[in-house]
């Protein structure tokens, strides 16, 4: 597991950093880093360019990711900006950045909402089959999930469960406070979601919040807030139950596979953002979802 904390005085800074770590061969183990397939170099990354990575998972995968960042207006102000997010199923140098081979086909892509010209703290947890971003935005967090998931699946029957989970979806700003505005573990209950799944035909799906849809994430899509957390009453930082994020579909019915390296924990009043929980000795780092913190709205991602 690669991490690392960094900080940004604006999103193209951000996301130069964020690239720089993944693509670093000193960071992972040999041939695992993260290949920066377009543009040609960190620094040749622009506000407009479209960013796509290729991870290799086990070695001989091919997982795709885009990154690109996109202005999102609210009223007369501007400076609002969304991390665009998007995965593929082959690479193309000829094709732009929303035209990859198996792009998201859905009406809105998955996003990172963000705020320009300001200072973000930012964390990373990846390895070479999905990486983790969290960004601490003003007093809330924003995030994404962005790769392979576990599939539940016999060897073959998924051959490529690619996740793209954001915070929101395009065209939303980071100031919005309704349900729609949740991470990719709190996926939203409207008409969009922040979080895609590629299906096994290959067609993408949004994940639902509480309200039922094809695609819904458990446990957080049915409100588990009185749910026991700890081993005993006597709460410390190494005895916190985790439990996995499950993706399961309605049409057909059954259950899809398991987020990779994030748990939910349930607060219980106990457990503060950022702090860091240890299970089995691998070390997990605690976040809430976006400005909420109610008890079902805190998750635990992998920190080494």
Known sequence: MACYVGSANNVLAMLKGVVAFLTDTTQFDTGKSWTLLTPSSVDAITSSTGVILKGVGDGDDEIYIGLKMSSATT??????VNLLLNGYAGYDSGLEWEEQPGAINLAKLPVIPLVDATYLTYWVSANSSRFIIMVELSTQYEGAYLGLMTPIAIENQYPYPLVIGGSFYADGVWTDT???HGM???????????IAIRRPDGMWRYCKGETLGNLNMWPTNISPSDTLTVLDDSLTLENVIMYPFLLY?????GMVGQLDGVYWVGNREDLAT??????????????????NRDKDDYFAIQWS
């Open 75 to 80: 009223g007369s102000t501007t400076t609002n």
């Open 178 to 180: 309704s349900t729609n």
């Open 184 to 194: 990719f573990t709190h996926p939203g209950t409207g008409t969009y979601s922040s």
């Open 249 to 253: 579909e309605n049409n057909p019915v």
């Open 274 to 291: 950022k702090d860091s929980i240890v299970y089995s000795d691998v070390s997990y780092k605690i976040f809430n979802n976006v400005s």
